[in-house]
């Protein structure tokens, strides 16, 4: 599963330099899936969309820090736990409950984005 990032964020920005898929974002800014990893060209995004890698995208919030779950691996590959909750001083970055991921998917989404 991603993990969210609840309304008691602070804004404080710490998760994002944590995260390795560089997927945690600024409210209101738009975000690319190729940015902070070698993803290039076409890509399909979770929701059947087929984007260029460069192409930005809609923010997921205008309000406080967002996580993009299309380049959320919780870490897998990288780290045994979630960086972005490691080092949340809200304790706001918390697994999104609607979005059930196994390892192997993490996995696969991880060598996806990092190949």
């Not at 691996?73 to 080092?87: D, I, M, S, Y």
Request: glycine content about 6%; aromatic content about 6%; hydrophobic content about 30%.
């Amino acid at each position: 599963m991603a993990i969210i990032i609840t309304s008691n964020c602070d804004n404080c920005g710490a998760c994002v330099q944590a995260c390795p898929n560089s997927a945690i974002y600024d409210a209101g800014t738009k975000w690319a899936i190729g940015e902070g990893n070698t993803v290039t060209g076409a890509y399909t995004l979770e929701d059947g969309r087929i984007v260029d890698a460069d192409e930005k995208q809609e923010p997921l919030s205008s309000e406080i820090y967002y996580i993009v779950p299309d380049k959320c691996t919780e870490c897998v590959g990288f780290n045994e736990k979630p960086q972005c909750a490691e080092v949340c001083p809200m304790d706001c970055c918390i697994p999104d409950e609607l979005r059930r991921e196994t390892t192997e998917e993490l996995l696969a989404k991880k060598e996806k984005l990092h190949f």
